[in-house]
């Protein structure tokens, strides 16, 4: 069975682009999550989405951030514009049920110049 | 507010000298606890789920165990493939998915 699946690897961008991050769950998980880790600080929750529906977005910094999951399947993290801060490690994760396991994806390393 | 926190930051074995982490928490109503390993690059990998006090697992070498406040990642007789950060997290009886991580402990195994 495939795991989570994040693209891209690494984004490298410069301050004010836009960046889109996508994330594939694991097949048949109506669960998932956005997480991101900046240098020296812990995983920090972004937002949770049930199917196609935003369950919890109290952890999404600001409205540069907008993340969707149309159809209920693959999501994707947009960052309009970007600044200097976001640079990180998003990682996306996946459960079947709500407050089952999270399984990650390996995550995608921004960095913004 | 719900908080994780993990020590030692870092920690340095022999190969076969086994140890223990620590993962301190403080959460309203724990509906789960959970360890991860991370390896350099990579996306955590699940290890263990930890949901009611006195509630013990184990895989290989780990050992991960639980009581009202905190818990326990023990490693017994640790190999350098072991090497890697061991993260610990919560989820609380107030959010619906949104799990709370520590800081990490990176373990270094030397042969």
């Known amino acids: 069975e495939a795991g989570v699946t994040q693209f891209p690897s690494h984004s490298v961008i410069e301050k004010g682009q836009t960046v889109t991050l996508r994330c594939d769950p694991i097949s048949g998980h109506d669960n998932l999550y956005w997480y991101r880790r900046v240098m020296g600080k812990e995983i920090k929750f972004l937002l949770h989405?049930?199917?196609?529906?935003?369950?919890?977005e109290s952890g999404m910094p600001n409205n540069r951030f907008l993340a969707e999951r149309t159809g209920g399947t693959y999501s994707t993290l947009k960052v309009q514009p970007a600044e200097l801060e976001d640079s990180g490690v998003y990682f996306c994760a996946s459960s079947q049920n709500s407050g089952d396991t999270q399984y990650f994806g390996p995550g995608t390393r921004l960095t913004v110049l | 507010e719900d908080q994780v926190t993990q020590s030692p930051e870092a920690l340095r074995l022999q190969e076969g000298e086994s140890s223990s982490l620590n993962c301190s928490y403080t959460?309203?109503?724990?509906?789960?606890l959970f360890w991860y390993r991370q390896d350099p690059g990579k996306g955590p990998e699940f290890l263990f789920t930890?949901?009611?006090a006195g509630e013990e697992k184990e895989k290989e070498r780990l050992k991960a165990t639980l009581t009202k406040k905190e818990s326990f990642l023990h490693i017994t007789a640790p190999k350098p493939e072991d090497s890697a950060t061991y993260l610990c997290?919560?989820?609380?009886?107030?959010?619906?998915?949104?799990?709370?991580f520590g800081q990490g402990t990176t373990l270094q195994v030397k042969p």
């Open positions: 959460v309203s109503g724990l509906r789960g």
């Open positions: 997290a919560v989820l609380g009886s107030s959010n619906t998915g949104k799990l709370i």
């Open positions: 930890l949901y009611s």
């Open positions: 989405f049930v199917k196609e529906s935003k369950q919890d």
